[in-house]
């Protein structure tokens, strides 16, 4: 029998993203093949050339020259930051590419109904990486709903606790921090939560209203004294939490390395010397950021299933409850750190039942094994048939895209919005 070829795969983009889906694409190797990768920032090619460990890897320095070299590979894994995720993927669904498109599909709603009809009008795949779709928590959960053991679904209640560090670090001082040159924090952080509960309703969301604003990290809430930058002798440096000086202590892993390619090797010298100029030097409450720190979702989906999501930077982890006719199952990090399981079934009428799950491990610890589950199912979401819904596919996706562009029109005007009114404004 012939041995059937690994798909192919290129990037645009080879930072924290890339590299971690190439590295899992590598425990792979008789479905996968990196064969080139594409950055301005030649270190971070190199990173992807020695992933591949592949001779004929090839490199390049923008998405304008991987893309000018033709169709190089089966699959183009686009990587770059929010606002270049449209011009790129349009590029690559041009030339022919299926897409690994990370989220979110674009920062603008016209644009997101582009990309689908795009990739339709080209007979091409292209799969998001919702990556919360592939961890084992999220799987069971829906499990258990597809099971029937709710009952008649009626409510969801979900949240993710960003983290303090977390949230200081990617929308205080981080590529995400101000939404004009990013988007905003529910499609930039939370569009993987609003999926999550767009998926598992598994019906389409009516209308939705939204509260939530940036209340701590602001200049009025800076300590007496506190310089620019925490490497100007700060006089609350010693007791304040987000003192970057701890990059070169205690937060050094995991967030450094996703920021400073020299993270691994460098001195708390040299890492210090790098915080006098680097975004991630700055004062939490001198920067420029408006990216939200708390925001609040109520949303009713078709048949009245109704849904709520809260973001919070005060917290740390995601939980949910789902209340079905028959039962209450309530799960995520309070319960895996506290009580020993993931998630508890609360029927109405009989006994808990309490569920346990393994992730596999790789890539960012927080997505619970989304990133290796993603990998994991990709060759066979690529080679399914281009008509067959994807698991992660547009025909989805898009919505809860759609989902979260409303819910940021709706706090913004204050006014409950629905799916239809934000399409009403977005199409010619
Ligand atoms: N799915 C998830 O859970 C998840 C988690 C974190 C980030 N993300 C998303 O992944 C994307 C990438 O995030 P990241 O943390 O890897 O960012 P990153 O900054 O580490 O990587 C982006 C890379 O794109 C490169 N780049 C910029 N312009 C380019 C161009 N014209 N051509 C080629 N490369 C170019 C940059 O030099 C950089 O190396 C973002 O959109 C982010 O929102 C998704």
């Not at 993203?17 to 594409?38: E, K, N, W």
């Not at 995720?85 to 016209?110: M, N, W």
Request: proline residues 6%; charged residues 20%.
């Amino acid at each position: 029998m012939t041995p059937i070829p690994p798909l192919t795969l290129a990037c645009i983009g080879c930072g924290a993203r890339a590299q971690t889906y190439t590295q899992l694409a590598r425990r792979h190797p008789r479905q996968f093949q990196i064969v080139a990768g594409a950055d301005p920032v030649p270190d971070r090619v190199e990173k992807i050339r020695r992933i591949s460990e592949n001779p004929t890897f090839r490199g390049f320095p923008s998405a304008d020259a991987i893309l000018g070299a033709g169709k190089i590979a089966d699959i183009m894994i686009v990587a770059t930051q929010d606002n270049d995720h449209f011009e790129h993927c349009r590029g690559a669904l041009q030339l022919g590419y299926d897409v690994l498109l990370e989220k979110p599909i674009s920062t603008r709603a016209a644009q997101v109904l582009e990309i689908e009809r795009l990739a339709r009008a080209a007979g091409k795949r292209v799969m998001v990486c919702f990556v919360l779709r592939f961890a084992a928590f999220y799987r069971k959960v829906k499990e258990i709903l597809d099971s029937g053991a709710l009952g008649e679904l009626v409510s969801i209640q979900a949240s993710e606790g960003v983290n303090p560090w977390h949230q200081a670090h990617s929308f205080v001082r981080g590529h995400w921090s101000v939404v004009e040159k990013s988007s905003p924090m529910i499609l930039s952080k939370c569009c993987h939560d609003v999926d999550i509960v767009h998926w598992l309703a598994g019906r389409r969301c009516v209308r939705i209203s939204s509260f939530g604003s940036l209340e701590c990290f602001r200049p009025e809430r800076a300590p007496a004294g506190a310089p620019a930058r925490c490497t100007e002798g700060c006089p609350a440096g010693e007791t304040c939490p987000y003192n970057a000086l701890r990059y070169a202590q205690d937060q050094r892993f995991p967030w450094l390395p996703m920021v400073y390619d020299r993270a691994q090797d460098a001195s708390v010298e040299e890492i210090t010397a790098w915080l006098r100029s680097s975004p991630w030097g700055r004062c939490v409450y001198h920067c420029d950021n408006d990216a939200v720190d708390r925001q609040v979702l109520a949303m009713e989906f078709e048949g009245g299933v109704t849904a709520t999501f809260t973001m919070t930077a005060f917290a740390t982890g995601r939980h949910i409850e789902i209340c079905g006719t028959k039962g209450v199952l309530k799960g995520g990090e309070s319960y895996r750190q506290h009580f020993g399981t993931h998630l508890i079934l609360l029927p109405h009428a009989g006994e808990p039942v309490r569920y346990t799950v393994q992730a596999e491990d790789g890539g960012y610890e927080l997505h619970g094994g989304g990133d290796p589950g993603l990998v994991n199912a990709l060759y066979d979401e690529m080679t399914k048939p281009v008509s067959a819904p994807l698991a992660a596919g547009l025909d989805s996706t898009v919505h809860s895209h759609l989902m979260a562009f409303a819910a940021e029109e709706a706090r913004l005007t204050g006014r409950v919005v629905t799916v239809e009114d934000l399409l009403r404004k977005v199409l010619p």
